[in-house]
């Protein structure tokens, strides 16, 4: 995803974008081996979906006509955390529900509907092509998959949107250029996916639900409507706390969660699928605004900058967002772009990045600083579910930050402070089951 948001914006710029893909293009949309995660849950926050109607105008139509939906998140949505359930109501919080094998095949379809993009399918990328007198890169070798020895592709700029497991970094040392500080937090996340048949009577009026990870369990569970009459449910939690991959296993962990909507349906839904597990050991930021001295010619983007904690569903929607930044950096011409790109990107990522850490490092399994600041957030919030059990206007206050549409310090605006005081005297609304697990809770 974040390889075709670049190539649709430099397809603006450029005489020819190449992109280079080590899958094959699937002629239907199943989940292909380079996004491991494409069989899971997957969310496209409201900036995200605001941003790719700017990127694809129109784009919502195809989404809807795939089978996907469009709709009020707040109002459509069960969203449970820090042991309350947010109160729903009408908002201007809009999003997709869609599977990620189906969306991306949407933004592939309209990148390479351009006249100047083309796809060089079953591709390795090898190496950057470096003229050190030139102080750039100037291409890329690649190797066909397929049979065929290594070949050359020229370039005026190469943007590597490999993914988390970009070789960039490498690159670098081999060119003689210092290598960007890495920060990592690991939560070692763990959870199993199942797709069932959607039925009508299947939780009225909501398309999805979002048991966040919180105390005392720590255990996650989201249920989101698909593209082909479908649920798509992920249960996990952290320190590899999966779900069993056999059926009752499986029930009892989606029985032992703090809501019991997730259970109710799939314990007489047809299952579609497998179970099917994923692992995420640590989210990982690489500050290459940081560096000194990079090669002209050269970019890093998406997931290959930053990888985040993926149960809060942020990738995507950073990675537009990336796009709209390369976009701005684009109109300045001359040398010296990936200082403008890396030290916007950067500000780009901080907001995200520090909402996914910090609602991280409210579980004490995972490692890492907590200076006061995240204590207190963290100890707001808690009071801000609280309160929003009984009040739509904080439900939508902290939707709105979580969904990239607002910075933090909005939900700490006076007005909703006072409401988040005045709401203290709610009782929160635990939905602990009868699991072994949670008879004590």
């Known amino acids: 995803m974040a390889g075709l948001l670049a190539a649709r914006v430099l397809a603006e710029r450029y005489a020819t974008v190449t992109i280079v893909e080590r899958d094959g293009l699937l002629e239907r949309n199943d989940p ?27 784009i919502r139509d195809d989404i809807v006509a795939a089978g996907g939906k469009y709709g009020d998140i707040v109002d459509t949505a069960i969203w449970h955390n820090f042991g309350c359930t947010l109160m729903s109501g009408p908002s201007d919080i809009y999003g997709y529900l869609i599977s990620r094998p189906t969306l991306e095949d949407i933004v592939r379809r309209r990148t ?19 003229d050190a007198r030139l102080g750039r890169v100037t291409g890329l070798t690649v190797k066909a998959l397929d049979g065929g020895g290594e070949t050359n592709i020229d370039a005026d700029l190469l943007v590597d949107a490999s993914g988390r497991g970009s070789r960039a970094s490498n690159w ?9 500080k890495e920060e990592i937090v690991e939560v070692n996340i763990s ?5 069932y048949r959607r039925r009508p ?13 919180s105390a005392p369990d720590w255990r996650l569970g989201v249920m989101l409507a698909q593209d082909g009459d479908r649920w798509i449910v992920t249960l996990g939690g952290y320190q590899g706390d999966r779900a069993p991959s056999d059926d009752a296993g499986y029930l009892a962990f989606a029985r032992g969660l703090q809501r019991r909507e997730i259970y109710d349906v799939i314990k007489d839904a047809e299952p579609l699928s497998d179970p099917t597990p994923y692992g995420f050991p640590a989210s990982r930021r690489r500050h290459y605004e940081q560096l000194t001295r990079f090669p002209e010619g050269f970019l890093v983007f998406g997931d290959a900058l930053c990888s ?12 537009s967002m990336e796009a709209l930044t390369l976009r701005d950096c684009l109109e300045n011409s001359g040398e010296g772009l990936w200082q403008r790109f890396f030290k916007s990107t950067a500000k780009v990522i901080d907001v995200p990045w520090q909402i996914a850490v910090g609602a991280d490092l409210a579980n004490p399994a995972v490692q890492g600083a907590r200076p006061l600041p995240v204590r207190f957030i963290n100890w707001y919030l808690a009071r801000l579910h609280r309160a929003a059990q009984k009040d739509a206007s904080l439900s939508i206050a902290f939707l709105q930050v979580a969904n990239l549409l607002k910075s933090p310090p909005s939900i700490f605006a006076p007005r909703l402070a006072y409401l988040v005081w005045r709401g203290q005297t709610a009782a929160p609304e635990l939905h602990h089951a009868t699991s072994p697990r949670h008879a004590t809770n």
Do not use: C
Not at 112 to 130: G, S
Not at 201 to 213: L, N, Q, T
Not at 308 to 319: D, E, K, L, R, T
């Open 32 to 58: 292909r081996k380079g996004v491991p995660q494409g069989r899971h849950a997957h969310g496209l926050l409201a900036r995200g979906s605001r941003t790719l109607e700017l990127l694809f105008p129109g």
């Open 112 to 130: 390479t509907a351009l006249d100047n993009v083309r796809v060089l399918a079953r591709t390795e990328a090898i190496m950057p092509i470096y």
């Open 172 to 180: 670098l040392a081999e060119l003689g250029f210092a290598q960007p």
């Open 191 to 195: 959870y199993m996916t199942r797709l």
């Open 201 to 213: 009577d299947h939780v009225p009026g909501k398309d999805a639900v979002i048991i966040a990870a």
């Open 308 to 319: 985040f904690n993926p149960i809060y569903g942020q990738g995507m929607s950073v990675a």
